[in-house]
T-cell receptor, first 115, second 111 residues
Framework: DAGVIQSPRHEVTEMGQEVTLRCKPISGHNSLFWYRQTMMRGLELLIYFNNNVPIDDSGMPEDRFSAKMPNASFSTLKIQPSEPRDSAVYFC?????????????FGPGTRLTVL | KQEVTQIPAALSVPEGENLVLNCSFTDSAIYNLQWFRQDPGKGLTSLLLIQSSQREQTSGRLNASLDKSSGRSTLYIAASQPGDSATYLCAVRGGSYIPTFGRGTSLIVHP
């Protein structure tokens, strides 16, 4: 298995532009997680899907952020409009289930820079 | 709210040393604790997962211990190698799917 795949790996955009980050989870995994990592706040969970359904989006910072999972093999995280404070590394992770004992497998991340 | 602290924030050691990384958490009502490794420009890789009922887990040169009552965990790395250079993060779960991560310890092992 190729593991969790994220694209793009790097994104540089200007303030106000729309940004879409993509994630392909490991085949057969039912749970998908979006995280954001910054120097200031460390690693934070943004949203969690189970069986393609958003279960908890309390970590989503504001309405400019939205996430979708139209099928079991694809998810997007969209920021519209983007702001410089959104600059961070965004990770997608998947696991076989929602239980705390289920190991999460992380993608390589997307480094977003908003100018 | 759970808070996770990792000390030291950075560590530089010569090859061959045994070393200990520390993780502390404020709420002892955890389900499990997990240690991850993060290489520059890459995602996190799970190293060891300790359930709340367990005291330690071992994998090769790595040994992780858990003292839930005192809110502490340690990751012991024996005979460190340059390939161990990375950032090590710990994460605790309080019975939900939402882990709380520490900021990590950045380790450099120089030849």
């Amino acid at each position: 298995d190729a593991g969790v795949i994220q694209s793009p790996r790097h994104e540089v955009t200007e303030m106000g532009q729309e940004v879409t980050l993509r994630c392909k989870p490991i085949s057969g995994h039912n749970s998908l997680f979006w995280y954001r990592q910054t120097m200031m706040r460390g690693l934070e969970l943004l949203i969690y899907f189970n069986n393609n359904v958003p279960i908890d989006d309390s970590g989503m910072p504001e309405d400019r952020f939205s996430a979708k999972m139209p099928n079991a093999s694809f998810s997007t995280l969209k920021i519209q409009p983007s702001e410089p404070r959104d600059s961070a590394v965004y990770f997608c992770a998947s696991s076989s289930g929602p239980n705390p004992t289920d190991t999460q497998y992380f993608g390589p991340g997307t480094r977003l820079t908003v100018l | 709210k759970q808070e996770v602290t990792q000390i030291p924030a950075a560590l530089s050691v010569p090859e061959g040393e045994n070393l200990v990384l520390n993780c502390s958490f404020t709420d002892s009502a955890i389900y499990n604790l997990q240690w991850f490794r993060q290489d520059p420009g890459k995602g996190l890789t799970s190293l060891l997962l300790i359930q709340s009922s367990q005291r330690e887990q071992t994998s090769g040169r790595l040994n992780a211990s858990l003292d839930k009552s005192s809110g502490r965990s340690t990751l012991y790395i024996a005979a460190s190698q340059p390939g161990d250079s990375a950032t090590y993060l710990c994460a605790v779960r309080g019975g939900s799917y939402i882990p709380t991560f520490g900021r990590g310890t950045s380790l450099i092992v120089h030849p």
